[in-house]
């Protein structure tokens, strides 16, 4: 069955080539040109997406998503280790030597994963794929219009394929939209007649991002957690490819006084204030400050009332859902959300396009749905949190979940076992019903929450941040 793929970023990828393994005969098509044909160095350096804003913005391979590979695409795995990723980094291994912690356990060899930047990985990816049987990748192709038939499926429009810009007809079984953030879709669904119920955050979060490198290749030293929260910022860090890693400071979209830190000698001043990540900025810088806003979360509804909206045509991975980016779990959804639409197409088929995007739908909301709602609960309270911290306040809420949360983040310094389970759920290798609830740490992180205070990590207060952000 002909498939098209609309996006060639690690989701759209990924989706090729599990849809293939189906027997399927699949194109990609991409608007941004591909890699140059050259090692990591070059990728990086020479690699420009236009259309991913964040192409060049830190990323992480968690733990659950490089699972995913090796059980599915181990070939992808082998081309990353050849780029450079660093095999075998653990997510919690700064832990390890923190007192009261217990040090490291046999069984926290889950929580490793391959240390990558996203250029090096997609073009990792992207090498499988056009050696995958079945799979085919067109660079420089913009879609700008559907396709639809003349037959409506249960009510709702049909799409047999796209447009391009050249005007050329790709038509296709089932339309992928692997668009991500910026995928056109959306827009041209509504040309249709169509548009799918839309979730959307008011504001989100504005990143400020610096690639380093170490003089040998080695990797940068490990803060004890990659990402921690303070007085209205949180502190990112992520390890890549070939001795690089970088640090973002993760500020509220409407925070304008911490704009100054797209100033490099700004943001270097306030990194040094948070003692867990400031060795990683004393490294040779690989980049100036790369900004980036317009991260608000969203989600896309395909299905409503037991019937698709549109037929013919899915959403995966940002194109259904984009989430807060600083907890790296954009990529591993999204390759979960292809294996989802994998197993849906083994069940039913691509003969009725309306069975298998209500059929994609019911199982996007089963098992990805909960956690775009726990991200964006954390969103809108972490964002009110932050902008009570530029008025001077403190925040206070009567949402139980959100206050369950901000406990858990504050005393997992208090116990290994709590720890281990919020790795659990941040590693995408466990629901937090499963890694909190069902394991009964709830209760000890109740018992340990009174007098903890919000932020246990060391860090400046934000008039002291704004303070070394001046420069005075």
């Not at 997510?91 to 390890?96: D, Q, R, S």
């Not at 809108?380 to 406990?407: C, F, K, P, V």
């Not at 000890?444 to 952000?469: D, F, I, N, S």
Request: glycine share 12%.
């Amino acid at each position: 069955m002909r498939t098209l793929v609309v996006g060639a970023g690690p989701t759209g990828l990924v989706t090729a080539m599990l849809l293939a393994a189906e027997g399927a005969e699949v194109t990609v098509v991409d608007r941004d040109p591909g890699p140059p044909e050259s090692d990591a160095a070059a990728v990086w350096q020479g690699w420009r997406r236009p259309g991913v804003n964040q192409f060049r913005q830190t990323h992480c391979l968690l733990p659950g998503g490089l699972r995913l590979l090796r059980d599915e695409l181990p070939g992808a795995v082998d081309r990353l280790l050849a780029l450079g990723g660093r095999q075998g980094h653990n997510m919690i291994a700064g832990t390890w030597g923190l007192p009261g912690l217990g040090g490291r356990r046999p069984e926290d060899d889950r929580y490793e994963t391959v240390a990558v930047r996203r250029p090096v990985l997609e073009a990792a990816l992207l090498a499988e794929a056009e050696q995958t049987p079945g799979v085919t990748v067109r660079r420089g192709v913009r879609v700008t219009g559907l396709l639809t038939g003349d037959a409506r499926t249960a009510g709702s429009p049909q799409v047999t394929g796209v447009l391009t810009q050249d005007g050329e007809s790709l038509t296709a079984d089932l339309v992928v939209d692997a668009g991500g953030r910026n995928s056109p879709v959306a827009e041209l669904l509504a040309r249709i007649g169509t548009a799918p119920d839309e979730q959307r955050a008011e504001t989100g979060f504005r990143y400020y991002t610096r690639f380093f490198r170490s003089a040998d290749g080695t990797p940068g030293p490990q803060p004890p957690w990659p990402l921690c929260h303070h007085d209205s910022v949180s502190v990112l860090s992520a390890p890549g490819d070939n001795g690089t890693w970088s640090v973002t400071l993760v500020t509220s979209g409407r925070d304008q006084e911490l704009r100054a830190l797209t100033d490099t000698g700004a943001w270097q001043r306030a990194l040094k204030l948070y003692p867990w990540f400031a060795p990683l900025g004393e490294a040779e810088p690989l980049t100036d400050v790369l900004a980036m806003g317009g991260t608000e979360s969203r989600r896309l509804r395909a299905g409503v009332d037991g019937r698709p909206l549109v037929a013919g045509i899915v959403p995966v991975g940002d194109a259904w859902a984009t989430v807060n980016p600083q907890f790296g779990t954009g990529m591993t959804m999204g390759f979960r959300h292809a294996a989802l639409l994998r197993d849906a197409v083994r069940a039913v088929g691509f003969d009725d396009p309306a069975d298998l995007a209500l059929r994609f739908d019911r199982v996007t909301e089963t098992f990805l749905a909960p956690v775009w709602d726990n991200f964006a609960l954390w969103d809108r309270h972490r964002l009110a949190e932050i902008d009570a911290e530029i008025r001077g306040g403190t925040y206070t809420s009567a949402d139980e979940a959100w206050n369950l949360q901000a406990a858990v983040e504050a005393v997992r310094w208090m116990d290994p076992d709590v720890l281990r389970g919020l790795a659990e759920v941040a590693c995408l290798l466990a629901t937090p019903e499963e890694a909190l609830l069902k394991s009964g740490l709830v209760e000890k992180v109740l018992a340990l929450a009174p007098g903890t205070p919000r932020y246990a990590e060391p860090g400046p207060t934000r008039r002291a941040l704004l303070t070394a952000v001046r420069g005075v």
